[in-house]
């Protein structure tokens, strides 16, 4: 089955840690992104990424880093600079920049709960 | 202003009735409209896309109004399923690239 793997689904962090959130498609998608979610608020974009070694900055980029070596791979850093990390991480997927009309739905991963203890 | 508005809620409905959500989206360059349900603690799903021409998947009907900006979902006899956040997401032109863009969500509670 064709789909979206974040991993792990619960991570705790202690102040001052780095920690990665792992994405994983198989879907042939160009585009991917990553979402952050607090409790009772809308999904705001952290990193997107159109293509294969290239990502761009979202509304909230800072304190995060991103790379995309591989068509199927975004994994997500949390660094230490990120004040306030405690949130629901959702990845996401979709054709990409080719594919602009109504067929470009956007696919997500199950999210990743991160906590700092 | 935000990109993508919605009101927040919630709204609290009998099961049976029948409860529209609006959103209006600013970047009048917009491509793909869609509806998300996001249940409590878990990933959104894609509930319909949306089209100028309307479209209607068994109780729930989404409509397109490009010249208002407007995005609207209708859900016609309520089941106590449907209680959960409902998101509106646009493909938003930004550099070259369509960023999907969402509102904060309507969260709906069908009540017996």
């Known amino acids: 089955d064709g789909g979206i793997t974040q991993s792990p689904k619960y991570l705790f962090r202690k102040e001052g840690q780095n920690v990665t959130l792992s994405c994983e498609q198989n879907?042939?998608?160009?585009?991917m992104y990553w979402y952050r979610q607090d409790p009772g608020q809308g999904l705001r974009l952290i990193y997107y990424s159109q293509i294969v070694n290239d990502f761009q900055k979202g509304d909230i980029a800072e304190g995060y880093s991103v790379s995309r070596e591989k068509k199927e791979s975004f994994p997500l850093t949390v660094t230490s600079a990120q004040k306030n990390p405690t949130a629901f991480y959702l990845c996401?997927?979709?054709?990409?920049?080719?594919?602009?009309?109504?067929?470009?739905?956007?696919?997500f991963g199950e999210g990743s709960w991160l906590t700092v203890v | 202003r935000k990109e993508v508005e919605q009101d927040p809620g919630p709204f609290n409905v009998p099961e049976g009735a029948t409860v529209a959500f609006n959103c209006t989206y600013s970047?009048?360059?917009?491509?793909?409209f869609f509806w998300y349900r996001q249940d409590c603690r878990k990933e959104p799903k894609l509930l319909m896309s949306?089209?100028?021409s309307g479209n209607e998947d068994g109780r729930f009907t989404a409509q397109l109004n490009r010249a208002s900006q407007y995005i609207s979902l209708l859900i016609r006899d309520s089941k106590l399923s449907d209680s959960a956040t409902y998101l509106c997401v646009v493909n938003m032109a930004s550099g070259g690239s369509y960023i999907p863009t969402f509102g904060r969500g309507t969260s709906l509670i069908v009540h017996p």
């Open positions: 996401a997927s979709n054709p990409g920049l080719r594919y602009h009309r109504s067929g470009n739905t956007i696919y």
């Open positions: 879907l042939n998608h160009d585009a």
């Open positions: 949306v089209y100028s």
């Open positions: 970047n009048s360059a917009s491509q793909s």
